[in-house]
Structure formats: structure tokens, C-alpha cells
């Protein structure tokens, strides 16, 4: 049985990852931005222009403590998610946290035709102006995200090698 956390910005594969290993481990795969949508039957955009951020994150780690009850799973966690109301620490002392670490160039491939999908991307012009904000996020996030118990790079980022820091954890 394992409880894994992935987390990471949009876009470094953490929908990916969680169906990849859910199914290698035989467990559930969830992701919590759906279950937040579904939950409070709204799109995270519509809830941050609505209710705003800070509502935003009060449901979210709410519902990131639902998964205390579970005893086996694999969730991709928002980007922002271990960033508030202690959820980093939580989910450490919950489970595994996997940190999926892809470069700002990987980012704004995967992302820039996502822009007008993504509620903090949509008003960004271009390919320069998504970097540049993925830059300052990262910058932003990293204490946070540094606190994980594995921490993958780019190129490290493959079921063999997430297999094998699992098992080492």
C-alpha cells in the first residue's frame, strides 16, 4: 500500500504520473483540482473569480485532508497546493511527496497552448511572458516544494527510476 503526493507546477506531468503509478501500484489515481470542481460543481477558474484565492485554498486543504482516511493512493495535488495552510507538512507526515521538477523550457512547451484552459495563464500574451511568470512561480514555490521527500529532475523523470525511489524511501 502507498500513499504518493505528486507535486510540482502545471504542466511537469503530475496527471500523467498519477495514472502511470496508480496503475503500477494497483491503487487509486486521483487528482485533487477534479475533485475540487466536482465537489463544489465549479471550475476552479469560476472559484477563484467567485470566492477568490483564499477560498480556493481553504476548500483545497480541507479536501487534501480527506485522503488522511485513505489508505492507499496516488494524488496530483494543484501547483500551488503545498504552498498553504501547512499542506506540505501534512502530506509528508500522510505519505511520499514527489517533487516532478521539469524546466521552465519543458513548462512553456507543454503549456503554451494551454494558456486560455489555465485561469493563471490566460492573459499572458506569449511564449516570454509564460516563462517569465512560470520563473517567478517557481521562485515562489520552491521552499515549499524542496521539503519533499523525492525530488525528480527532467531527464530522472521515468516509472523506472520513480519505481526505484519509492522503494528506497
Not at 87 to 102: A, F, K, P, V, Y
Not at 118 to 123: A, D, E, G, I
Request: aromatic share 10%; net charge neutral.
Amino acid at each position: 500500500m502507498v500513499k504518493i503526493f505528486l507535486i510540482g507546477m502545471m504542466g511537469c506531468g503530475k496527471s500523467y504520473w498519477k495514472q502511470e503509478l496508480a496503475k503500477h501500484f494497483k491503487t487509486g489515481g486521483y487528482d485533487l483540482d477534479y475533485i475540487i470542481e466536482t465537489t463544489e460543481e465549479k471550475t476552479i477558474a469560476e472559484i477563484f473569480k467567485e470566492e477568490g484565492e483564499a477560498s480556493f485554498r481553504k476548500t483545497e486543504a480541507k479536501l487534501l485532508r480527506w485522503f488522511g482516511e485513505k489508505k492507499s493512493f496516488v494524488l496530483a495535488t494543484g501547483g500551488g497546493t503545498p504552498c498553504f495552510h501547512q499542506n506540505m507538512e501534512w502530506m509528508n507526515q500522510q505519505g511520499i511527496t514527489i517533487w516532478l521538477d521539469e524546466s521552465v523550457e519543458v513548462l512553456v512547451e507543454r503549456l503554451s497552448a494551454e494558456k486560455a484552459h489555465r485561469p493563471l495563464l490566460s492573459q499572458l500574451v506569449d511564449d516570454d511572458a509564460l516563462a517569465a511568470f512560470l520563473s517567478q512561480k517557481i521562485a515562489e514555490r520552491k521552499p515549499f516544494y524542496a521539503k519533499a521527500t523525492i525530488h525528480l529532475q527532467g531527464k530522472d523523470i521515468n516509472l523506472a527510476n520513480i519505481k526505484q525511489v519509492i522503494k528506497n524511501a
